[in-house]
């Protein structure tokens, strides 16, 4: 693990950057190179969360987080100053604000599924394949229309000006600035995937009009921020004073920059709070499958690839509710290189709702197989295999959608702590997976997005490699019965969309 380097060895221009998981906000510096500089600041916080399906947190929290980490490392720069400031932000978030950029709501976060009536409506008017094809999105609870129904329906009282993601909010508060990034844009589900601006004919379906929408900055057009609240922000922040700052992107582009996988030869797999497998390509995919998004980051770059709501998540969950006692490290870690067992619990993994591949909002985790006999460990390894199956899912449609991917790279918070999880992956999917070692690749990507625009020419650095996840094909056979189980069980309890 590559430890930051110090601020006199580091080489202009500096970034700063800003990220907003589920768990926690973070900040880092990096230099030119892209190497760290210092340790990173972090705020933990937590959503929401209820069973009916709220999943929220305080936008004005999260700035004051950011404020916080913004804090720490101007005072830290002394006497250097900073080129760019990037953002980050976990996906599909919303909020609606009035006139003056005040919040109306919480923040909805991808995994909020209130709005799961509204989604069968929207499914039951329009053609869910054809705005798939359109937007790159499905008709789902993670994405604005339903969410934009649902808020109608439940509060219409509200008459928001317009409708954020966060990080719009973010730098609606600070600095002023109202705008928008591509690659936080396209998470909406309300962009034109081909055109990379926002779709009419959704945003009407949805019931708001193109004006309560902010205007789309691509990667390369950063926001030089100016006014009464810019100022006051130099004022505070004096080592970013002049900087320019980075339309914010969702956290999956960040993520698959920061682990190498930036191409179209590599797949970056994330396991964290939730999961992904994506590709970055240069040539839009004319026809997706039906279990997975393609977003716009750019005018000629997309990301493709499916993701998960519930990784981090359910390992979190099975640590907080199951026998302690049994739950060591050491027992946990044991279970997930251990041989395979046919008594092992069959479970669908879907604690709040499933996204890639068969979009059922309203599906939640369900376990078969469990009998006296069964224990804590063998719990775990069902979910884990169960977690292990939902990428193969995935994977069964993105492999062809991308032949030009022939490496898996994986990171994240999940990964780090519990990386023998992903072995259950490689079983699964049948391939090497490198994992990268290195902590916060998603900030170390926003970081390296801002720098292909500030310093072009020079080069970057990269995490040391970690170790390979090798596939057993003795597993093979095991798998491909447990894959099967699960589409019967999947088929039996959740009604597919189609």
Known sequence: MTKGIALAEAADPLVLGLDVGSTACRGSLYDAHGRPVGKRVKVPHTFTSAADGTSVIDPDQVVDELSHILDVLSDRLRHRTVAGVAFDSFASSMIAVDADGTALTPCFTYADGRCAAQVEQLRAEADEHSVQQHTGTRIHSSYWPARLRWLSDTRPDLAPTHYLSLGDYVYRRL????????????????????????????VALSGISPDQLPPIHHLDDPFTPTGPQADAAARRWPAVAGARWFAPVSDGLSANVGLGAADATTIGATGATSGALRVVVDELPEDLPPGLWCYAVSAHKWILGGALNDVGRATDWLGTTLAADQLTDDAIRAALLAEPSETTPLVLPFFTG????????????TMTGVSAATSATDIYRGVVEGIALSYGRVAGQLRPAAPDAVKIAAGGRTVAARPELFQAVSDVLGLPIDIVDAKRTTLLGT??????????????????????????????????????QFETLYDTLIAPPD
């Open 175 to 202: 600095l002023g600035v109202h705008g928008t990034g591509t690659a936080s844009a396209s998470w909406t589900g309300l962009v034109d995937r081909r055109t990379c601006d926002w779709s009419p004919d959704i």
């Open 354 to 365: 499933e996204r890639s591949t068969g979009w059922a909002a309203g599906a939640r985790a």
């Open 447 to 484: 970081a390296y997005l801002a720098l292909d625009t500030l310093a072009p020419g020079i080069e970057r650095w990269r995490p040391e490699p970690g170790y390979v996840c090798e596939p057993h094909t003795d597993r093979a056979a095991y798998y491909a019965g447990r894959a099967a």
